[in-house]
């Protein structure tokens, strides 16, 4: 494979991350310019990978190293995996004359580039699925930005669409249902002329129906291999921050989570923030709800600081227009929004629910695995520097069959197991680990962890497993319970999911300029680099790669940037042959067990995009980027299938000083239209698997 030359730079006016100050501001309410809400004294997974890497690379003239040895196998005992022997030097170019590229990821990389535009492989076609506005219900009406409302958005797609499922249709042939998250809105590209120190009743209550989920059945033509969306079928549905949800498991019916408006305790008025999610064995898909913070206003107690909550006005001002948004009104609002939510998009008059089960805190993700006796576990991350990510074991099993009874029972699987946080040690002694990249005398960064337990919550009640919390505030004030029992600091956990084909577990960690930097927390063995903006990829494998095991073996993957900077590694294949990453943020899987990562505020002066990568076999580390995205926008949601691949593309057009009056992006449609977030789906113009 020919060298890839990465664009080198920072793009101007990123914020940390790499993001413009509008996606800081509209996402996640300026977070990485609060104080840190982790002021623990827990360690710190941070400086050391990537010095040392350094020094690896500086070695690869004699030797190719390997974190782990290169297949599926199971690594027993919690014991870390081995590197392998060291073998002569070799280019990608040797690699590739030996055997074609790995099955999967036969496409010819897109280069990095700006251009306003999806950028895919020489020999594939692509079309938008659907984008922000597209009627979806009946009776809603044709989109037209100009004279929006709330009741037309309610039926129509939503804004920044973020993690995608694709489900299937049993009988309506060539068609799937589509269900897809929106995980915040753009005001200032949503309305001309907006005043964001005076938002109206109306456009917030257009924020409002442009949050949420949207469920929509999908077409594919066969001939072309383009996907379309079926409006007003019997299925499509749109889920918004007004729609009720079921509050249910331990913390339902508490006193921290009753209101005004619900002296209950179980009932809660839409989901916000939805980020990526999963999907269920049994049918059903899982959506985080991340940025939670950032919507509620006037706080002045300390379990809120910890999650970021501010003490002044928010954003968008929601509290002027409902209360439950005002913490000084409704002290226990906030505690109802920071879940796992489960939506049965099957089933047009269900209630979602939220899981209080699997804790409150910024979920990005909810991937599932099931036990050898069919119970599933829940992998989730906390996307905020220096938080933990955790895991989540039922208690119960999961049943075969499409009976109510059947659905009933397996909704309720979320709602009685453990959760645990994880805790990582290397295996290098500490004085070895000075965070200057100095390369421990074992030749690898690497080791062991064990998931700590939090509480358990059963049908009889919850048992809170720290010392000084009861069950209901573990599950409520998750991210202090982690505190207390010594949870391993990361940097930013996005995505966690477990391979299909080999059972390990992967975890997106995307970032963290701020490691080392004043008081925070300093380097340890598992996490890359100082100044870490270009984030990393883990590996874990569970013990016995059984998912409910209580301790894993993890090592580093990859460890993102230009692949001329030392500091970089790509699972030991010869750099001279990887596409440039910066950014890792979701991740999915395709049929051959290849990882695919979508990024977030790449740092290398291209655009965001879709990246394959071999986990296996002697390609295992080859990376190649398949897509990118256009001008201010992000990757998300990615589906890997035989033939397709599809990517919502999130905030387009999301530059500083960017408005609908000035408009940093055209996508889709070109001059004269509204920048819309949009779902794109990508195939071989041949008709023939991707990759193959």
Not at 188 to 216: C, K, T
Not at 302 to 308: P, V
Not at 328 to 340: D, K, L
């Amino acid at each position: 494979m020919r060298k890839l030359l990465p664009l080198i730079g920072t793009p101007s006016g990123s914020h940390p991350g790499g993001r413009s100050a509008l996606t800081c501001r509209f996402r996640c309410g300026d977070a990485c310019f609060h104080e840190v809400p982790n002021t623990s004294s827990n360690e710190y997974v941070g400086d050391v990978i990537a010095g040392a890497l350094s020094r690896r690379s500086m070695m690869r003239a004699a030797a190719v190293v390997t974190v782990a040895a290169a297949g599926a196998g199971a690594v027993g005992a919690g014991q870390a995996p081995q590197a392998a022997a060291a073998v002569p030097a070799a280019t990608a170019s040797d690699v590739a004359r030996r055997k074609p590229g790995a099955r999967g990821l036969r496409f010819a990389p897109v280069a990095p580039n700006t251009a306003d535009a999806v950028t895919v492989p020489e020999g594939y076609r692509q079309n938008v699925v659907i984008r922000w506005g597209e009627p979806i219900l009946r009776g809603a009406p044709a989109f037209d930005p100009e004279k929006q409302t709330a009741k037309a958005q309610a039926g129509q797609f939503g804004y920044n669409c973020d993690f995608l499922a694709l489900l299937p249709l049993p009988g309506e042939r060539n068609r799937q249902l589509l269900v897809a998250n929106h995980e915040y809105t753009d005001e200032i590209l949503m309305f001309r002329g907006y005043d964001a120190a005076n938002p109206s009743r109306e456009q917030v209550e257009i924020a409002w129906a442009a949050h949420g989920l949207s469920a929509v059945v999908v077409e594919e033509d066969r001939k072309t291999g383009r996907l379309t969306a079926v409006p007003r079928h019997q299925l499509n549905r749109r889920v918004t921050a007004t729609t009720e949800f079921r509050l249910t498991g331990p913390v339902a019916g508490s006193d921290l989570v009753k209101t005004s408006a619900d002296p209950s305790g179980t009932k809660v008025l839409g989901t916000l923030n939805n980020c990526s999610g999963g999907v269920t064995p049994w049918g059903t898909t899982l959506h985080g709800e991340e940025n939670f913070n950032q919507y509620f206003a006037n706080s002045s107690r300390a379990t809120d600081k910890r999650y970021g909550i501010g003490t002044g006005a928010s954003e968008r001002k929601w509290e002027r227009f409902d209360k439950r948004f005002d913490v000084a009104q409704e002290p226990n609002e906030v505690h109802r929004f920071g879940y796992v939510v489960e939506f049965d998009p099957y089933d047009p008059d269900s209630t979602p629910r939220k899981h209080t089960a699997l804790g409150r805190f910024k979920h990005e993700a909810a991937t599932v695995r099931l036990t050898h006796d069919g119970r599933p576990v829940v992998y989730s991350g906390d996307d905020e520097r220096f938080d933990y990510f955790y895991k989540f074991v039922s208690s119960k099993r999961m049943k075969r069959g499409t009976s109510r009874a059947v659905r009933e029972h397996n909704l309720s699987l979320l709602d009685e197991g453990t959760l645990y946080v994880a805790k990582l040690t290397g295996d290098s002694p500490a004085i070895e680990i000075d965070g200057t990249g100095k390369l421990p005398k074992d030749g690898e960064f690497d080791g062991s962890g064990q998931w700590i337990p939090l509480a358990t919550a059963t049908a009889d009640g919850a048992v809170s497993h720290v010392d000084g919390m009861s069950a209901e505030e573990v599950f409520v004030f998750t991210r202090l319970a982690g505190d207390k029992v010594g949870a391993t600091k990361m940097d930013r956990p996005e995505d966690i999911e477990p391979n299909p084909v080999t059972g390990k577990v992967y975890v997106a960690l995307t970032n963290n300029s701020n490691r080392g930097v004043g008081s925070n927390a300093k380097a340890d063995e598992a996490n890359p680099r100082n100044a870490n903006k270009h984030g990393h990829v883990l590996e874990l494998t569970e013990r016995w790669n059984r998912p409910e095991s209580t301790k894993f073996a993890w090592s580093l993957f990859l460890v993102a940037g230009d692949p001329d900077d030392p500091a970089t590694y790509f699972a030991g294949f010869p750099k001279d042959g990887v596409s440039p990453i910066s950014c890792p943020d979701n991740v999915a899987f395709d049929p051959y067990g290849n990882l695919w990562i979508s990024t977030d505020g790449a740092q290398l002066g291209s655009h965001d995009g879709l990246f394959g990568v071999a986990t296996r076999g002697e390609r295992r580390g080859e990376l190649k980027q398949f897509l990118t995205v256009p001008k201010g926008a992000e990757t998300c949601g990615p589906i890997i299938q035989d033939r397709r691949v599809l990517v919502a593309v999130q905030h387009p057009g999301e530059i500083d000083g960017a408005s609908v009056e000035k408009p940093a992006s055209t996508w889709p449609d070109g001059p004269g239209s509204y920048v819309r977030p949009a779902v794109v789906a990508v195939w071989r113009a041949d008709g023939g698997d991707i990759g193959c």
